[in-house]
């Protein structure tokens, strides 16, 4: 797996958040809730992450479709490998949180999850 440049990922988190296969048009339209567009361009990112292997392509009608062949998680823990070795996932939760990328709230939502975890683990 290699390392996504912004642009690309950007594309990779809209097609993502659509459900399986999804049109060109969907993540068009996805994008441009955030911000302007070029479609062209976009179709060009589409064409590089099916080159790179993130996603497969297949035409629908005059439109093309998507699906992807990675799964977000698995490309976060990808990205995140090195980070977490340096540091651990303590490390990264005190950046997060010094920086203020993360909220109270979710910071409570890690608690119940992790809460959950050990509980779970206890079952075993």
């Known amino acids: 797996m290699t390392r996504l440049p912004e642009a690309e990922l950007t594309v990779m988190r809209a097609v993502w958040r659509l459900t ?11 994008l441009e809730e955030e911000r302007p ?18 996603l497969r392509g297949e035409k629908r009608g ?16 990808f990205e995140n490998r090195p980070f977490l070795r ?11 949180y010094e920086s203020r990328s993360v909220t109270r709230k979710e910071l409570e939502e890690l608690r119940a999850f ?7 683990e206890e079952e075993r």
């Open 20 to 30: 399986p296969p999804a049109a060109t048009g969907e993540i068009h339209a996805l």
């Open 37 to 54: 567009w070029n479609l062209s361009a976009l179709q060009t990112l589409l064409s590089r992450l099916i080159q790179k292997g993130f």
């Open 62 to 77: 005059r439109q093309n479709a998507y699906t992807p062949l990675v799964e977000e998680g698995e490309y976060l823990a």
């Open 86 to 96: 340096g540091r651990g996932l303590p490390g990264l939760v005190a950046c997060l």
């Open 114 to 120: 992790l809460d959950r975890a050990i509980a779970g």
